[in-house]
C-alpha cells in the first residue's frame, strides 16, 4: 500500500478540510494507494502579496518536512501556486507534486492553447509565474477571472447556483473569444465546480487536485521521482529551525 500526504495550505478544521478531501471523489485510483489531509500550522490569508508568497512557501515546507520519515511515499500540495514544492524536493526523495506545473503541462497535451479560469483577478500572477517558469506563456491562450473573494475554509458551499453559470460563461469566452481548446481550473478550491464545467463544456477542464494523485499512482508505476541534480540537497540541512519557527508563529493566530 502507497501513502500520500496531501498538504492543504491553510490551517482549518476537519470539517473545513474534509471539503478538500472530496476531491479523491473526482479521480478513479486502484485499492493501493492511500490519501492523508493535513494542514499546514501557518498561512497567509490569502495568495496576494510576495510576502503572502513567502509565508505559504515556508508554511509547505515545514508541513511536508517529515513526510518521508513519517512513511509517506509522496507529497500532493494542494494549492495552485506549488507553494512549497522545490523546497520539498530538495528535503525529500520521494515524489512531490504541484498542482499548478502538472496541470499546466497536462493542458499542452491534451490540446493546443489552454485558458486559466479563476474566482479572483489576484491569483493571476500566481500562474504567469509558472508559465514564465515553464516557458509555455506562448500556449496560454487567456487568463480570466470573476471578481469574487474567495474563500479558502468553504469553498464554494452555498455559493453554486451563482458560482457556477458565472464560471461556465467565462470558460465560454476562452473558447469562443480566446480560442482555448482546454480549460484549466485555476484553484483546488474550485474543484466543486468541475464536474458542472465538464458536463456543460465542449472541451477537457482539467481538475488540479485530482489530477496530483493520479500523478502519484504514476509516478510509483513507474518508479520515478524528481531530479536530484535539478532539486539538490541542503548540505546543512535544519529542519529543527524551521519547526521552531512556525510552532512558535502558529501561536499568534492565522
Avoid at 63 to 86: H, N, Y
Avoid at 147 to 173: H, V
Wanted: hydrophobic share 45%; proline share 7%.
Amino acid at each position: 500500500m502507497k501513502s500520500v500526504l496531501v498538504i492543504v495550505p491553510f490551517p482549518m478544521t476537519p470539517e473545513n478540510r474534509s471539503q478538500r478531501e472530496e476531491q479523491l471523489n473526482a479521480v478513479k485510483l486502484g485499492p493501493d494507494i492511500s490519501f492523508t489531509f493535513e494542514s499546514v500550522k501557518v498561512a497567509p490569508q490569502n495568495y496576494v502579496s510576495a510576502s503572502d508568497m513567502a509565508l505559504a512557501e515556508i508554511g509547505v515546507l515545514e508541513a511536508g518536512l517529515e513526510a518521508e520519515k513519517r512513511g509517506f511515499d509522496a507529497v500532493c500540495i494542494d494549492t495552485m501556486s506549488d507553494s512549497g514544492m522545490a523546497a520539498l524536493r530538495s528535503e525529500l526523495t520521494i515524489p512531490v507534486i504541484g498542482p499548478g506545473r502538472a496541470s499546466l503541462l497536462m493542458a499542452m497535451m491534451l490540446g493546443k492553447r489552454f485558458s486559466i479560469i479563476a474566482l479572483w483577478p489576484h491569483w493571476k500572477h500566481l500562474y504567469t509565474k509558472t508559465l514564465d517558469e515553464l516557458g509555455i506563456a506562448h500556449a496560454c491562450a487567456s487568463i480570466r477571472a470573476l471578481n469574487m473573494t474567495p474563500n479558502n475554509q468553504s469553498l464554494l458551499t452555498g455559493k453554486e447556483s451563482d458560482i457556477f453559470p458565472a464560471l461556465t460563461e467565462l470558460a465560454l469566452q476562452c473558447i469562443e473569444t480566446d480560442g482555448a481548446d482546454v480549460i484549466v481550473l485555476g484553484s483546488t478550491t474550485m474543484h466543486q465546480a468541475h464536474m458542472h464545467l465538464a458536463e456543460a463544456l465542449p472541451v477537457p477542464v482539467i481538475n488540479p487536485g485530482p489530477l496530483t494523485y493520479a500523478m502519484a499512482e504514476a509516478l510509483f508505476g513507474l518508479n520515478l521521482s524528481h531530479s536530484r541534480t535539478a532539486y539538490p540537497k541542503s548540505p546543512k540541512p535544519k529542519p529543527e529551525v524551521i519547526h521552531a519557527m512556525l510552532e512558535t508563529a502558529s501561536k499568534y493566530g492565522h
